[in-house]
């Protein structure tokens, strides 16, 4: 009787246990994600915020909010960002947040395409315009000159610009006029103007304030209409993680660039001293880094090529005598190279295109580093053999016995056979003529 009562018991237990469990898991704290972006629009961001809009489809989160900071980045990572908003069955609300930060340039038509866009105070957006494809005349930079074709070109990219730009502005209910004049004219406005004009919903000061306000707003989703309920949800913080970090500096093109020459270093060293091992292990590291940084950089392959050639220039510099030419167009060659390494079409200039800052130092410490090397590798060649036959000739020993058709004799603490011309007494000073293979033609040193 009383192991029925017992297992009536424990059913009832796991019965309450069950029926909680459901309830919990239909009606349980719904979750809001928060990303934050603060830097440029590169395939590193992109991949962060794809991966995180599969996530909380596949979640059933309630609403995702990206706050954002960026000086704008590349027009490729750009539109898979701004694909992945439109195509999401999860609300986007972008928070360009905190204050003192900006949106400018690519950040804008992200903003623009999110279901929300937010400001913090202190914020500013605008200043949208394509970049200048060739950099305008200068011959650097993967670029080309400043011509009529170079105008037209960026006349369609512009007007490319505009036409998306408006298409997002009139699918979120956006000001259509001032985005265009953001494209064309580069213009900027702080967060109370962007929402007087109506770019922005509205400003919110901290995440609680913009919570609030999403709280029963309505929207629109390719999969029907939603209505979200931010209060009492659970906020979860979504940082970037620590290997899209460190992807995000070495992608710096300043950090890509000097790995890049630290590993054209490292396997010099190693080629000149077999057997060194660290410095080819370490120069493999950084060209693998720096290819690594290379896939989410524009890179210009042609840059990339010059430089390979001034590191090839130096190195014959150290074998062939040229009289300085081969360090001069190895010059040159890194030069150029360094200003083109990265194409700057779809990117601002200031963005994807090494510091002149870095370049002259890097190129300066190369022409030296390779200058010393000769210098020693000279050094080295006019220097008498220490090793070898060639080593031993014109040294100095002691004859161990006497010396003339054979002998023993000892030279740097080592026993030889010898001979010589005529009877050396043992104990003489003796001088080391020649080699025959084994033997040493020896005479005696007259004091």
Request: charged letters at 20%.
């Amino acid at each position: 009787m009383c192991s029925k009562n017992i297992l009536k018991i424990i059913a009832a237990l796991i019965l309450f246990l069950a029926a909680l469990f459901a309830e919990n898991e239909q009606g349980g704290t719904k979750e809001i994600w928060v990303l934050e972006l603060d830097g440029i629009i590169n395939p590193v961001a992109a991949a962060y915020i794809s991966d995180n809009l599969k996530a909380a489809e596949a979640n059933d989160i309630e609403c995702l909010i990206l706050k954002l900071d960026t000086p704008g980045g590349l027009m490729t990572s750009m539109r898979d960002i701004i694909k992945d908003i439109l195509n999401s069955s999860v609300p986007v609300a972008i928070y360009i947040s905190p204050r003192g930060a900006q949106c400018a340039s690519a950040g804008v038509f992200i903003t623009v395409s999110a279901h929300f866009a937010v400001m913090s105070p202190g914020t500013n957006i605008g200043a949208a315009h394509p970049v200048n494809i060739g950099g305008g005349g200068s011959p650097f930079g993967g670029g080309k000159p400043d011509t009529s074709q170079t105008r037209t070109m960026m006349e369609k990219v512009t007007n490319d610009a505009v036409a998306q730009i408006r298409s997002l502005a009139r699918e979120r209910g956006r000001n259509e006029v001032w985005l265009e004049d953001a494209v064309r004219k580069s213009v900027s406005i702080t967060e109370t103007e962007a929402f007087e004009l109506g770019v922005i919903d509205t400003v919110a000061a901290n995440l609680d304030e913009l919570l609030d306000y999403l709280d029963g707003k309505r929207v629109k989703l390719p999969n029907g209409e939603k209505t979200l309920s931010t209060h009492d949800a659970r906020i979860v913080e979504r940082p970037i993680g620590l290997h899209r970090k460190i992807l995000n500096i070495i992608s710096d093109t300043n950090i890509a660039y000097l790995l890049l020459i630290l590993g054209f270093y490292g396997l010099f060293f190693e080629i000149r001293s077999p057997g060194a091992i660290f410095p080819g292990v370490l120069g493999g590291i950084f060209l693998v880094l720096a290819f690594f940084a290379f896939q989410v950089l524009p890179i210009n392959y042609a840059g990339l090529a010059l430089i390979i050639i001034a590191i090839i220039l130096f190195i014959l510099e150290i074998s062939i005598t040229s009289y300085g030419l081969l360090t001069i167009g190895g010059i040159i060659s890194m030069v150029l190279g360094s200003m083109m390494l990265f194409n700057v079409d779809d990117a601002p200039r200031e963005l994807f295109s090494v510091s002149l800052s870095v370049i002259i130092p890097v190129v300066i410490c190369t022409v030296l580093f390779f200058v010393i090397a000769l210098s020693y590798v000279v050094k080295a060649h006019r220097n008498k053999p220490a090793t070898g036959k060639e080593g031993i000739v014109g040294e100095i020993g002691i004859a161990v016995s006497d010396v003339e058709a054979s002998g023993t004799v000892e030279v740097h603490g080592e026993i030889w056979q010898a001979r010589a011309e005529s009877l050396i007494p043992k104990g003489s000073r003796i001088v080391v003529k020649s080699v025959d293979r084994m033997i040493l033609n020896v005479s005696e040193l007259n004091s």
